[in-house]
């Protein structure tokens, strides 16, 4: 049985990402991510302006007269969800839990690739590959989706990136829209993450906290990493500490930006204390423009 808690906290995100979505996000998820192709749909009577390309030579000396073949675009598309569930996602300073924020983006994506009548599928891990939903369409299956996200208890607490990009690469074998959500604080995924950008559209979203990239002034404070369980005592009261550890969130971030860029991945940065929804309509504006 499902707990009333869960299920408030479902419905929220729901009514929240739903608005969202078709006030917002719809349409520039369309523009942005393209079906695979062209399917054919009708022939038609030639009209001045149109194509002579695509005139049906076939048809049109059978009825005396000129027809153009008509297509669609084939607009279902699988969209996968990889979602990082390590113990660090346990981690926010501001107005919400790195992970509770990635639940919130998956069920933004999830509703949007919906809207669009596509399929989404999803790809939980740590260190290890924890749960796989197959892609389907329709609501009741992302209101699955999204439930397994929020309602999920990680075995593992580490982070491999390589882990969930491999198994994408294993239960998948056609081109898929895949957003790897994760804070991305682990090493050694630039081999995968090379691999899957040839085969699939890949876009990384970065889930951060401030207190990652600037640490705050409280005098003695004992750290712990949610991933290894070591403790840390850290004078935050002194300026050459919060200095060093500034500079090592800035060239963590750098150096993995300059991979995506690299790649040419489009990525997303998103905090815990910012609202995201611009920074999402803002990704969709600029790729659109691109493409």
Same mark, same amino acid.
Do not use: C
């Given at each position: 049985? &499902?707990p009333?808690?869960?299920?408030?906290?479902?419905?929220k995100?729901e009514? #929240?990402?739903?608005?969202?979505?078709n006030e +917002?996000?719809?349409?520039r998820?369309?523009s942005?991510?393209? !079906? +695979?192709?062209?399917?054919? $749909?009708?022939?038609? +009577?030639?009209?001045?302006g149109d194509d002579v390309r695509l &005139?049906?030579?076939?048809?049109?000396a059978r009825q005396g007269?000129?027809f153009?073949k008509?297509? #669609? /675009?084939e607009? =279902?598309?699988?969209?996968?969800?990889?979602?990082d569930?390590?113990?660090?996602?346990?981690?926010?300073?501001?107005?919400?839990?790195k992970?509770e924020?990635?639940?919130?983006?998956?069920a933004?994506?999830?509703?949007?690739?919906?809207?669009n009548n596509?399929r989404v599928g999803?790809i939980?891990?740590?260190?290890?590959v /924890?749960?796989?939903?197959?892609a389907?369409?329709g609501k009741?299956?992302?209101?699955?989706? &999204?439930? @397994?996200?929020l309602n999920f208890r990680p075995?593992?607490? !580490?982070?491999?990136?390589?882990v969930?990009?491999?198994?994408?690469?294993?239960?998948?074998?056609?081109k898929?829209?895949?957003f790897?959500? *994760?804070?991305f604080?682990t @090493?050694?995924f =630039?081999k995968?993450?090379?691999i899957m950008s040839?085969?699939? $559209?890949?876009?990384?979203?970065?889930v951060?906290?401030?207190? /990652?990239?600037e640490l705050?002034?409280i !005098?003695?404070?004992?750290? =712990?990493?949610? %991933?290894?369980? %070591?403790?840390y005592?850290i004078d935050?009261s002194?300026p050459r500490v919060r200095r060093?550890?500034? %500079?090592?969130a +800035?060239? /963590?971030r750098f150096?993995?930006? *300059?991979l995506?860029?690299r790649l040419?991945?489009?990525?997303?940065?998103?905090r815990?204390?910012?609202p995201?929804l611009?920074?999402l309509?803002?990704?969709?504006?600029i790729?659109a423009q691109r493409?």
């Amino acid at each position: 049985m &499902i707990p009333k808690e869960l299920i408030k906290k479902i419905r929220k995100i729901e009514i #929240v990402t739903n608005r969202m979505v078709n006030e +917002q996000l719809a349409g520039r998820y369309h523009s942005v991510f393209k !079906g +695979q192709g062209m399917d054919f $749909d009708e022939v038609r +009577q030639y009209q001045p302006g149109d194509d002579v390309r695509l &005139i049906d030579w076939n048809v049109s000396a059978r009825q005396g007269d000129l027809f153009i073949k008509r297509y #669609v /675009e084939e607009r =279902e598309l699988t969209v996968i969800l990889l979602v990082d569930a390590s113990a660090s996602g346990t981690f926010g300073t501001r107005k919400r839990f790195k992970n509770e924020l990635i639940a919130e983006l998956s069920a933004l994506l999830a509703f949007s690739a919906i809207k669009n009548n596509d399929r989404v599928g999803l790809i939980i891990f740590t260190d290890r590959v /924890e749960k796989f939903i197959p892609a389907k369409k329709g609501k009741k299956h992302v209101l699955r989706v &999204i439930m @397994e996200i929020l309602n999920f208890r990680p075995k593992g607490r !580490g982070t491999d990136l390589s882990v969930g990009l491999t198994y994408l690469d294993r239960i998948s074998n056609r081109k898929s829209v895949a957003f790897l959500l *994760s804070d991305f604080l682990t @090493e050694g995924f =630039e081999k995968a993450i090379g691999i899957m950008s040839r085969k699939h $559209d890949l876009i990384p979203i970065v889930v951060s906290d401030p207190a /990652e990239e600037e640490l705050p002034n409280i !005098g003695l404070a004992h750290l =712990e990493d949610p %991933e290894t369980g %070591e403790l840390y005592l850290i004078d935050t009261s002194s300026p050459r500490v919060r200095r060093k550890f500034a %500079e090592q969130a +800035q060239r /963590e971030r750098f150096i993995r930006e *300059s991979l995506f860029r690299r790649l040419r991945l489009d990525f997303i940065n998103i905090r815990t204390d910012r609202p995201y929804l611009m920074a999402l309509v803002n990704y969709f504006r600029i790729r659109a423009q691109r493409y």
